[in-house]
Nanobody, 115 residues
Framework: QVQLVESGGGSVQAGGSLRLSCAASGMIFGIDFWYWYRQAQGKQRELVATITSGGTTNYADSVKGRFTISRDNAKNTVYLQMNSLKPEDTAVYRC?????????WGQGTQVTVSS
């Protein structure tokens, strides 16, 4: 059984930084795509960042230049470095892995940015 375990969320003041991690464990043979999503209270889920197996990245306009997604294929882990955080970045962040036609989700981690 595949599990995605997230870590690194928390509370920070505006302008601060956080680094999220998401590690996959279990019977998984390489991850084609990693995604980070977020959902703020009362709002729809938003795709924040994507990274392919080859390292190609894509970002939502709202986080470009502030967030960086990266991956460690040997560890089946994805990271989201978040800098210059704003109160509007407050949300539950969840990782998603696509592998061999299957979707896997992390449990979510709360990020709270105070002004």
């Amino acid at each position: 059984q595949v599990q995605l375990v997230e870590s690194g969320g928390g509370s920070v003041q505006a302008g601060g930084s956080l680094r999220l991690s998401c590690a996959a464990s279990g019977m998984i043979f390489g991850i084609d795509f990693w995604y980070w999503y977020r959902q703020a209270q009362g709002k729809q889920r938003e795709l924040v960042a994507t990274i392919t197996s080859g390292g190609t990245t894509n970002y939502a306009d709202s986080v470009k230049g502030r967030f960086t997604i990266s991956r460690d294929n040997a560890k089946n882990t994805v990271y989201l470095q978040m800098n210059s955080l704003k109160p509007e970045d407050t949300a539950v962040y969840r990782c998603n892995a696509y592998s061999a036609g299957n979707d896997y989700w992390g449990q979510g981690t709360q990020v709270t940015v105070s002004s």
